[in-house]
């Protein structure tokens, strides 16, 4: 049994590592720190492992297990809890749905304007937000974090308009 769960867990690593290295980096941006991190999620994986009954797609699941890991590994003030974004022109159009905002201000300017924007949202809006650069669609997004479709849809909504009004400005 333990020979299978070993397999079993390292098929799901395999195939999940990119997922768990983006979840990671959303939330520390220091190497030694995203390594602690990354692998606190995998302890956390092989712990709940026996518990995934495949109730929600087995990306769902570890999406869900990597945020909740990250939030707890950020410590106990969540509201400090930073999230890093990569420095590039498609996190800008992820989450701002804009495409000519390239021509309004330099790339680095709102990259930067964007991270600290980012980083004054909710914990629970941090988490929304790092689910959308991962490209998840809306079910997905609310089975990791709990909350309903139409509510997940919304909120990601409002942040992004907040986020354009903050960059904008």
């Not at 939330?27 to 994986?45: F, G, R, S, T, W």
């Not at 139409?150 to 990601?156: A, D, H, L, R, T």
Request: with cysteine; hydrophobic share 35%; charged share 30%.
């Amino acid at each position: 049994m333990s020979d299978q769960k070993e397999i079993r867990f390292k098929h799901i690593i395999e195939e999940n590592t990119n997922r768990i290295n983006s979840i990671c980096r959303y939330y520390c941006k220091n190497a030694e720190d995203h390594k602690d991190m990354y692998q606190e999620v995998l302890v956390n994986i092989w712990k709940s492992l026996d518990k995934f009954k495949g109730e929600s797609a087995i990306s769902t699941w570890i999406y869900r297990i990597a945020v909740n890991t990250s939030l707890s590994f950020s410590g106990k003030t969540y509201r400090n809890t930073k999230l890093y974004i990569d420095r590039d022109l498609q996190s800008i159009n992820i989450l701002l749905d804009e495409d000519d905002l390239e021509q309004k201000r330099t790339t680095e300017y709102q990259l930067e304007q964007l991270e600290i924007s980012l980083n004054l949202l909710s914990v629970i809006d941090k988490a929304l937000m790092s689910l959308v650069l991962e490209g998840l669609p809306i079910r997905e997004i609310a089975d990791v974090v709990g909350l309903t479709e139409p509510n997940v849809k919304v909120k990601i909504h409002r942040i992004k308009e907040q986020l354009k009004q903050l960059i904008i400005c």
